[in-house]
């Protein structure tokens, strides 16, 4: 008996042993930013001109790994990593077309891998910045050696906000959100920001402050509730300096008022709302809900609203201190990413 006992203890110990060194590991290695931490930003020449219209777009890529054809498993779909590189590199391919198509003045990126599993180690950042012959700007929302969950594990992920932009940026910084998540969940998951670019502005001595954000979608509720006050607060803090200010990005939150699609029965992800009420004063949403701006992902896309679930997400917060002329999603109906494009034209008053 005590044969088996040991037989059986063994295998046991070594199994706990290899977990709290793996823990252990994940621990040492967890991504520790600073509240504000500057980002460097490439010399240029071209300040904003007041006088003229300025456009931006937002945009989750979903790492080039959220096609027409998948499903992912955080929503309630199966699949961890898309099926090839190929298929990464072609969405990547219609990504850029339609950022192209776009022809914004910045453009401001969530889910952009650096280097990941998910992926295959393609650095997207790169990739875009190529292809627009744009200078860009990163902030980490996601920086984890290993991430061991499901079966096969997503592994390595260094992903995270891009801001591409030829015009004249002052100063760039990653400012941190608050985190929702606990030891140990929180080694291995999503530590997001705000990214920060100040824009000068010409014969002016004001500044044109952009936020890119993609906010929490996968806790219950409190995590974007305390960071959406974050996010308040920095907008009424740069409007009070006599700025314009602007955050566009994924808010994971459909928009108060904004279109409600059909509604189906399927288990699924579901955003919350934020609201006018969250906002300070001298701000409002700048959203179109002519079109869905993401699907979830429980099951591959069917090309109808009433049986993929669709809401409207992604969008602006815009100051007072600018005039919104046009805003539309550009519709591609989902085909290279689970979010769909949104541009914005702006005049500055």
Not at 28 to 41: D, F, K, Q
Not at 94 to 114: F, G, N, P, S, W
Not at 188 to 215: G, M, Q, Y
Not at 275 to 290: G, I, Q, V
Request: charged share 20%; net charge negative.
């Amino acid at each position: 008996m005590k044969k088996l006992l040991k037989i059986l203890t063994i295998p046991l110990l070594l199994v706990l042993l290899a977990i709290v060194s793996f823990v252990s590991y994940l621990t040492v290695n967890e991504y520790r930013p600073l509240p504000i931490e500057s980002i460097p930003a490439a010399p240029s020449a071209q300040k904003v001109d007041a006088t003229k219209p300025l456009s931006l777009a937002t945009y989750n890529i979903g790492y080039g790994g959220l096609d027409e054809t998948t499903d992912f498993f955080m929503d309630g779909g199966k699949n961890v990593q898309p099926e090839s590189k190929q298929r990464v590199e072609q969405n990547m391919a219609e990504i850029t077309h339609t950022m192209k198509e776009a022809d914004a003045d910045v453009y401001l990126l969530q889910e952009v891998d650096r280097r990941a599993k998910r992926s295959y180690e393609i650095n997207q950042e790169a990739y875009f910045q190529k292809q627009l012959q744009m200078n860009s700007l990163f902030a980490y929302n996601f920086k984890v050696a290993y991430v061991p969950i499901p079966l096969p594990p997503i592994g390595r992920v260094e992903s995270g906000l891009t801001t591409l932009t030829n015009l004249s940026v002052t100063h760039a910084q990653r400012v941190d959100l608050p985190n929702p998540f606990k030891w140990p969940v929180r080694i291995a998951n999503l530590n997001r920001a705000l990214l920060e670019t100040r824009l000068p502005i010409a014969n002016s001595d004001k500044e044109l402050v952009i936020f890119n954000l993609h906010l929490e979608a996968y806790d219950n509720g409190k995590g974007k509730i305390a960071q959406s006050k974050k996010l308040a607060d920095v907008l009424a803090e740069e409007y009070a300096k006599g700025n314009y200010v602007i955050a566009g990005g994924d808010f994971n939150q459909a928009f108060e008022g904004s279109h409600i699609f059909p509604t189906n029965e399927q288990d699924g992800w579901a955003p919350g709302t934020i609201s006018e009420k969250e906002l300070p004063a001298h701000f409002s949403f700048a959203f179109d809900d002519t079109y869905p701006t993401v699907r979830v992902l429980n099951a591959p896309y069917t090309g109808d609203y009433h049986t993929s679930q669709v809401h409207v997400i992604d969008g602006f917060i815009v100051s007072d201190n600018l005039t919104v002329e046009e805003i539309h999603v550009l519709d591609k109906d989902f085909k290279a990413s689970d979010h769909q494009l949104v541009k914005i034209n702006l005049r500055f008053l």
